[in-house]
């Protein structure tokens, strides 16, 4: 099905390229929109000043590619993809794009823009092998709600365009340290005015530096992972975005790239004797005051890191790669991840699809008269595929446009795959039930929202979130009924 | 502070056999003004910086409740007292019944603080509590010091933030509180802008210096920004964790680590010593003034005695002297002029500030709301306008505040020949008008439901299938034939469509209606409250003013009579006199002394 939604916008895109073919800069718009549904996902970081958007992209690349610093410190767009070999573009406003010398210091990369001003640079893009830039394009932005207003100018014109050109991204991570007004008024900003009016779908709120709170105690993460949980029942932010989750930044990447030399310094402040060593750690300059070469320690692990570590090597880990392994758990790095796996990858071709059918429907708005069968066409997709009406019906049940009572609307939201676009995620199957089970469970789902759907208690608009369900149900039966190689020959 | 009261006292001796009530009130105001002077300290940043802990820091115990997440939903105040004690001062509700309820105490046990004092608490402040206060018996806030530690709530930029701004003026002091994991942000700057311009110290606190190894950069890069802002304010960094750590342990290293000391020092020394300065200048000067005016008229007597044939041109110029200070008392003085002229001119201008704030945010709402249908975005409308009405309300009051504090100095000019602020402390409370303004609320509108869109579009059908059945029957045709049965569908239809057209309407004029009555509302509180404010301004310095023309006038009028007397008294008669004088000369020139001497020393 995904795959016929991504032909058919092709098609259309193409159509729209042959209508348009005497204006060469809308012809270059929509070859661009061509292209980008073959290229990976674009998810942007975005968030306040110093949320922690590097660190974090740092942490799931798994290498130190973006700059980080205690001041603030990106203040151009720049795009990290998955390239042959490491290269840095510069793409000015106006002129043509230059090649950056790609210099590493300590393991990290640096950037020098080479004497552009920062304002007269449009964007960057960082070419780098890493695994996990091949499946997602990550890009991260100049805070908001920054002194130099220019740079908070720049990320949001980069997310939330008033020109024809719609956003650059496909999903944003946002990034917070805890929930403010700037927060909601931008996640709402970023909910898109267009076509597929699907709130909430492509936004994950972080809380980032979720290792600072409660002055880096060693059970920080327990209480961010709490507040987290209450962000995520919190209505005003369920309408905005799709999920919470609490990350520490810092340590899942330090966790991600431990080198063996840090496991030995850490060690062998483990051994020292536990008051002394908690004296120590009371304040950053006081573990410094001992020993300068312990800033690279805590310029890595931060003070929590530093407690965290000492705290497991006490408790008998022994080797690197298990410490390795613990730090990254404990970061929620996983639950990141997981969250995007389910959120964002799994509907990657919808979500490319779906900017790819925003950006023409800004256009055709702007177009005038020529584009009207194109506008027909795209209101077609829009209309006919189902994949766009879970899209809406889940944004709508977030928002709290469309109400289901509960239990319907957790199984519901369910369905749609809000956990996971697997047929036996959205059945609330374990991952490994067998077709029959799938096939036995589907039908039985199918029947019970069928007399939802004819329920006439419910209002006409749940009636309709419910025939929505019910054809879900039937496109979850329909391919249960393949067998599982044709389907893989399919893809 | 004792040292002062204690010259009051004197002063009050000296002159007790004068029988000059007057002087007298003026010293006893002194004394008590000095008993009950309270130097208010606000604690303001975004939330999550460690405000409560910095609170809790400076008065070394945990007073105010901290917690991982939002914490503070109600303002505390934290001031001296002879034991711990708490009480919860709850405000009116302004929906409710107004007669009978008034600000209500409640005292509760210290431990139970966290209760209503936290978000967790007390979500959302619904015990409507207006502020809690704590009393500590510690020797920083023996001085008259009281701490506020203001709820964090929705940022710097909300109605909560509106809230803390029209406090500023009510503050001696502000202290910006932010942690070290970043340098300000724009609304933080923007705060400190403004807190400036109302408040005369203003000191920036950087939190949290223990968990963030690079604060020194931060504390730079602050310094810089302060710099570049123009804002000439003091950056204190502390760690509240390491000033807990000393005070448990009694490590007086750790406690020097933790930055306390310093922002300690500066409370007492610049914020607590700079109010006592003030309070000593203006107690020494009123001493001085008070013993002075009577010291005037003994030695004009004492002249007077001393050569009986120069009387004469002692009583002359005693005389223009009586005129200029009857003059001064007179209505039609020129700084009663200046304050009325002035008054009516600020009264005038924030009237018109305020209108033109609230009209751009009326027009700017009122065209959100044309734009679609109101009971679809009323729920983000509402708080919106509220918002933008909070903030609008907060900066023209304390603009008000500001500009009324100039007028006053204005009008000592005037009167004050020696240049010796005169000027009653104007402390002007923190604006409550805005919680007394009901919220902005519509009446629920109709509901269209499925039966009445029903019978709407019955009756409108209806109407088409009797008109083209009608016209059939003329030519033919049955009464249900399918013409006039379509027209029927279509008529239905389009009264269908007309009627939620005219709902939709309906609806934004009620919106609109609601709008202009809370903005109507707010004008009315906030102006009322502008023009109180101007009021006891104006009466203050009136009374202030009037009350120093009296005592002059009179003290003139007693060496007048005194040199008019002497001129008939005999020469023994005299002699006595002379040596009554120059003892009484004596005892108020030390007196005076003594006073000037407090000058001088430092606390």
Redesign the interface.
Known sequence: MTENLSDAVRKVLRLAVYTYRDQPRTVELLRRQLERLDEPLRVAIAG???AGKSTLLNALVGEAVAPTD???CTRVVTWYRDGASPRITLYPKDGAPSPLPVVRRDGALTIDLGGTAAERVDRLVVDWPAQSLRGTTLIDTPGI???S?DV?RRTLRFLDPEDETPTEADAVLYLM??L???DTEFLESFRDQGVARATAVNAVAVIS?AD?????RVD?ML??R??AT?YRSEPALAGLCQNVVAVAGLLAHTGRTLRQAEFTALAALADAPRDELDAAL???????AGDETR?AL??RF???GIRLATMLIRQGVRSPATLSTELVGRSGLADLQRVLHVQFAERRDLLKARSALLAMDRLLRAGGDDGRGLAAAVERILAGAHEFAELRLLGALRSGAVRLPQPLSTEAERLLGDSGAAPAVRLGLPAEAGPDDLRRTALSTLDRWRRHAENPMLSRRAADACRVLVRTCEGILSRSARPPSARRLAR | MTALVRAVDLALDAISGYRRPDLETRLRQARARLLDEQVRVLVVG???QGKSMLVNGLVGAPVCPVF???ATAVPTVVRYAESPSATLIRVPDPDGDPTGQRIERTPIALERLAEFASESGNPGNRERLGQIEVGLPRALLEGGLELVDTPGV??L??VHGAATMSALPSADAVLLVSDA???????E?EFLRQAIAVCPNVACVLT????????R??AE?DRG?LARAGIDAKLFTV?S??RF?ALRGGDSE?NT?SGYPPLLTYLRREVLGQADDLARRSTVHDVLAVTEQIAESLRAEESAQRNPEKAQELIGRLTTAEQRATGLKERSARWQQTLSDGVADLNADIDYDLRDRLREIMHEAEEALFRGDPAKIWDQFAPWVEQAVANAASANYVWATQRARWLANRVAEHFDEDRVHLLPSLRTEPSDALRSVRALSVRPGENFGLGRRLLTGFKGGYMGVLMFGMLGTLIGLSLLNPISVGAGVLLGGRSIGDERKRLVTRRQNDAKTALRRYIDDVTFRVGKDSRDMLRVVQRDLRDHFTAQAEQMKRSVQESLQAAQNSVKASKSERDARLAELSTELSRLDAVQRQARGLLQEKP
């Open positions: 306040k000043v110093k205690a001041g603030e709600a920054s002194l207003t908070a340290r805890h403010h007004v700037t530096r600072e709170i409660g002055g880096g920080a209480s961010a709490a507040i209450r009371l304040s950053a300059d006081r573990f410094l800033r805590v310029h931060g003070l929590f | 975004e939330f999550k991982d997440d939002i929705g940022g930029n909300s994991a970043q340098e300000y942000t724009a609304p700057l949290k210096t223990d968990l963030y190894p690079e604060w950069t931060i890069l920004h760690s964790t390491l750590e750790l680590e």
